[in-house]
């Protein structure tokens, strides 16, 4: 039994990428598309916001002599990439998806707006918002942030390749301890790594929580929307 009525998912780009490291892995895509339905047809209104790492990182593209402007704008495209990787994964396994974007990019998606998501998902889609915030200087996190207050939803989760948030780096430090529960000051405090202070700063002041688990591992979105403690949970 679900214990959220709507959520925001926020994905990384780079694991849509699995082991290769880059690019999209079918198998990745078919095991998040799973989870996503199985949420999905429990009755939770389902919106996804993509990172685009896995194909181009605007802050890594100023390092190679872009723009930054332009690089930005590169790295929204490479989440439209994904989002309608996701989409079309979503409707192999039966799934109603749309993909939304924040800039004007019809026909390949619908210009976002909330009223337009909303009835999107009242009509039983999973909506993905592709394009970040449309603008430069922004990461996909702010734009997970951005949507999920938009959206009124009742949680952030976060799926990465780590479990929760941990008093340092676990893949440096063995010693490192995960917590269960963090508030947002004690995670600022101790200056850990959730999301980039623009998306922390907005969650905190709009009272969005945000849940960090690991989405690779198949049936964790179900437990984490089901209520079950895993991952780490940051509010207020």
Do not use: W
């Not at 200087?137 to 929760?164: I, N, Q, Y």
Request: overall charge negative; glycine content about 12%.
């Amino acid at each position: 039994m679900a214990i959220y009525k709507r959520i925001l998912l926020k994905l990384s780009g780079e694991s849509l990428a699995g082991r290769a490291g880059h690019g999209l892995d079918p198998e990745v895509l078919a095991s998040y598309a799973a989870q996503i339905k199985e949420v999905a047809e429990s009755g939770v209104e389902v919106g996804i916001v993509i990172g685009g790492g896995n194909i181009f990182r605007g802050l890594s593209g100023v390092k190679k002599g872009f723009d930054r402007v332009k690089g930005d704008q590169m790295g929204m495209l490479a989440t439209v990439i994904n989002s309608l990787a996701l989409q079309s994964a979503l409707e192999s396994e039966g799934a109603k998806a749309r993909m939304l974007t924040s800039v004007k990019m019809a026909p390949i998606g619908e210009l976002y707006t909330k009223a337009r998501a909303l009835e999107l998902m009242a009509d039983g889609y999973i909506v993905i918002i592709g394009g970040g915030t449309g603008n430069p200087f922004f990461s996909t996190d702010s734009a997970s942030a951005l949507r999920g207050v938009e959206t009124e939803a009742e949680v952030l989760l976060k799926g990465t390749r780590v479990d929760g948030v941990y008093t340092a780096d676990p893949e440096k430090d063995p010693s490192a301890v995960k917590f269960a529960e963090i508030t947002f000051d004690e995670v600022y405090r101790r200056g850990l790594k959730v999301m980039d202070l623009t998306a922390f700063t907005l969650c905190k002041e709009n009272d969005l929580p945000i849940i960090v688990f690991d989405m690779d591992t198949p049936g964790n979105l179900r437990k984490v929307v089901g209520g079950d403690n895993i991952g780490t949970i940051v509010k207020n």
